[in-house]
């Protein structure tokens, strides 16, 4: 197999003045893989997406990606556009007027020409079938809607890894079915939070539980890995 993408060697972590979170957390992404991350609430998952992302900062333990080593803030800007994370709540990352203004946002900020963001944008709404909404005042979207809003806003990043925290939350049984196609369809390597079993069970090619501050590799392979 590949060079991992992410590689995580025991990470322990505390919230100020709180418990540890992660106790010695290992693990390596590859390309091509889609594990989904599980765990009881409060067990720490969010906290670890936010880790791998740099939003949060490890206490002990070493973060590598995309072949080297992160530590500082400045390490990770790069890892927050190859690796981007979809926050559990959709508030936190939509912050522009309109849909189409939120899509163009992270683009624009890379530095890329007004025509490039324009193709990029128009590109990501028509994969996510959001093409409806491009120019609908992003507050006042349903949901569902939000929601695949804030992926498509990760998607303009054109990112090499995505960092889903319950992408299938308040989407109804369609759309968590063109959910299913669209992420099976990325040659992206992804990390899944979700408590939908039967979401995952389509979507994953392996599974880790955070449980007691420690990750462990589910014992059953869910399907193959893609091949990229
Ligand atoms: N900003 C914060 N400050 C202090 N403690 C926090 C903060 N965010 C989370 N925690 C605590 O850290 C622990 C892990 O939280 P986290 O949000 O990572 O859990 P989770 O596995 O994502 O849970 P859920 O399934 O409910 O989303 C919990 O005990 C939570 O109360
Ligand atoms: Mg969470």
Known sequence: MSLPLITLRDLHFSYAGGLEVLKGVSFDLHPGERVALTGSNGAGKST??????GLEKPDQGQ???FGSLRQQEKDFREV???AGLVFQDPDDQLFC???????AFGPLNLGKSHQEVMDIVGRTLSLLHLEDLAHRIT?????GQKRLVALATVMALEPDVLLLD???????R?????????????PLAMVIVS????????VATRQVELSEGRLFEAAEEKATVLEI
């Open 97 to 103: 007027p309109t849909v189409a203004e939120d899509l």
């Open 63 to 65: 973060i590598e990606a």
């Open 139 to 143: 507050h006042k979207l349903s949901g």
């Open 174 to 186: 369609e759309t968590k079915q063109r959910l299913i196609a669209i992420l099976t369809e990325l």
């Open 48 to 53: 670890l997406l936010r880790l791998i992302n």
């Open 166 to 172: 319950e992408p299938t939350n308040d989407l109804d």
């Open 80 to 82: 927050r556009v190859r």
């Open 195 to 202: 408590h939908n079993h039967h979401f995952l069970n389509r």
